[in-house]
């Protein structure tokens, strides 16, 4: 019998974060990998959860070269953050959430390139046949409010293997 999010914690979870939980391992149940409770690639990080949001962070065991990644499961959103990028990508609930599977089914199975220069990071997430399925910019906070960049004398490359298999 699969453990649920609210028996892990030992307070109220709202029925939006478990919505948003079964969620995710509906996804994970679509991959072979166990859902979030069970699977040990997942930590639920139980002093920086509440009752309207969760955090868990994701290590891949198998995969020695993966992206780390912390996972907040909101009432409303599910926000994922890849290699200490903050807010890489947000989801609302309202969103179509064939396309939000999708898009996170690929995170979990497709190869991640992480590039850093100067002040901005740039990723590029290809799937599981090679090809490129999404591509983005982050710029840090600094360069946002300042219009500085912190100096970076070199330009940092990482490519992430897959963090589950399929």
């Not at 490129?132 to 710029?139: K, R, T, V």
């Amino acid at each position: 019998m699969t453990t649920s999010v609210s028996e892990v914690f030992d307070f109220e979870i709202d029925k939006g974060v478990i919505d948003n939980v079964n969620f995710l391992n509906e996804i994970l149940d679509d991959l072979n990998a166990g859902p979030v409770t069970e699977n040990p690639d997942f930590v639920l990080d139980k002093n920086s959860s509440g009752k309207f949001g969760i955090n868990i962070w994701g290590r891949s065991l198998k995969g020695e070269n993966s992206a780390e990644m912390w996972i907040e499961v909101g009432s409303d959103h599910i926000r994922l953050d890849l290699d200490g990028i903050n807010e890489t990508f947000e989801w609302a609930n309202s969103k179509n959430s064939r396309e939000v599977a999708d898009f996170i089914r690929h995170i979990f199975t497709g190869h991640i390139l992480i590039e850093t220069r100067r002040s901005s990071r740039f990723i590029q997430i290809f799937a599981s046949d090679g090809s490129l399925f999404h591509s983005s910019s982050h710029n840090n906070l600094l360069h946002m409010l300042t219009g500085l960049y912190l100096w970076r004398r070199k330009t940092f490359r990482r490519l992430f293997s897959p963090f589950i298999s399929d």
